[in-house]
């Protein structure tokens, strides 16, 4: 079996920054020679250039360590939790340095995603992008709790813009289910989706192409409805 991974990312409407959101898939091949994929949804906090510098190298980093990590190491869920949190909380730092040397404000991102053998499914968040499982028409599953703070509109949890004793990612374990579409988005594209309207289309993709052309409409009806944000989604599946 093989995954199916198809991403679009459209910037805000009203063109007042560059976009902040990111996204990244790396496969790997592990020293048993099984295959681990990693895919990654990042949202930069700031309309800014530290907004974008953050998701980006983020994004790039963690591919990075994944590309390094897996080379050597089979999936090992406690291992891999411990080990890529410990890489997010050196992103926070190197966030950290990058805003106190140019800039004077906190240059941060959520970010979300999976690592998967295409048996298990380990679910990373920090922030308020979402992972959802459409599972069937009448099922779809969000897999991730936004990080919320106390007044339920702040996130409470990024990376970047903490002390590095205060990142606290949040992960989980599931099985991987082949015939399932996993939807990794920022807050601009999930926040207007109907997913069970859409759900159909989305199992009539036979191709990346195809998948990526629907993102491309779904965005184009979000901004249509009135969203300003910038629209990201990364959509897997098994194949």
């Given at each position: 079996?093989?995954i ?9 409407s ?13 496969r790997v ?14 949202d930069g906090i ?24 897996f ?15 410990a890489?997010l ?19 941060c ?15 990373f ?5 979402r992972l959802?499982?459409l599972?069937?028409?009448?099922e ?27 990142i ?7 099985d991987f ?7 990794i ?49 990364l ?5």
């Open positions: 079996m093989s199916l991974f198809s991403g679009y990312s459209q910037q805000c009203n063109k007042n920054h560059s976009n902040q959101d990111k996204f990244g898939v790396i091949k592990t020293p048993n020679d099984s295959e681990i994929t990693m895919a990654i949804v990042s700031s309309s800014g250039f530290e907004g974008k510098y953050a998701s980006y190298n983020t994004i790039l980093w963690s591919l990075e360590w994944a590309s390094i990590y080379s050597k190491h089979d999936f090992e869920p406690e291992g891999i939790a411990d080990e890529f949190e890489h909380i050196s992103c926070n730092h190197r966030l950290n340095q990058f805003s106190d040397e140019h800039s004077d404000r906190d240059t991102c959520t970010i979300c995603g999976i690592i998967t053998n295409e048996q298990q499914l380990m679910v968040n920090a922030g308020d992008s959802y499982e599972i069937s028409e009448k779809i599953r969000l897999m991730t709790v936004d990080d919320r703070a106390e007044d339920g509109h702040s996130i409470a949890m990024h990376i970047g813009g903490k002390e590095d004793n205060e606290d990612i949040t992960f989980s374990l599931d289910h082949p015939n399932s579409q996993y939807v988005c920022s807050d601009g594209f999930y926040r207007r989706v109907d997913f069970s309207a859409c759900y159909s289309h989305f199992v009539t993709c036979q191709s990346r192409s195809d998948t990526i052309n629907l993102l491309k409409r779904i965005s184009q009806s979000l901004v249509l409805s009135g969203e300003t944000d910038d629209i990201t989604a959509v897997l599946t098994g194949k």
